[in-house]
């Protein structure tokens, strides 16, 4: 896989303890911060595809109302707290 470098600055703190974690881990700063891009990427990426897809079903007026959204959040909240009893 190509690779690009690029420079960032961070707080020092966050540098000591990204240096830290990473002797713990027996991995490179490189490695660490590569893996918190890609997780950081595939998380955010994931939200903006269901902010995107939700914007467009109420374009289309696909909507839900507000009570039957509380009503099923109450009842999934009353079956979770009998599971847990």
Known sequence: ??????TIS??????????DLAGSLDKSRN??????IKEYLETHA?????ITQG??????????DHADVMKEME???ERKAKTNA
Do not use: C, P, Y
């Open 1 to 6: 896989m190509a690779t690009e470098a690029f």
């Open 10 to 19: 961070a707080e020092t703190e966050i540098v000591h303890k990204l240096d």
């Open 31 to 36: 490695d660490l911060v590569n893996q918190a």
């Open 46 to 50: 994931w939200q903006v595809e269901k």
């Open 55 to 64: 914007s467009a079903a109420a374009n289309r007026g696909e909507l839900i």
């Open 75 to 77: 009842d999934l909240i």
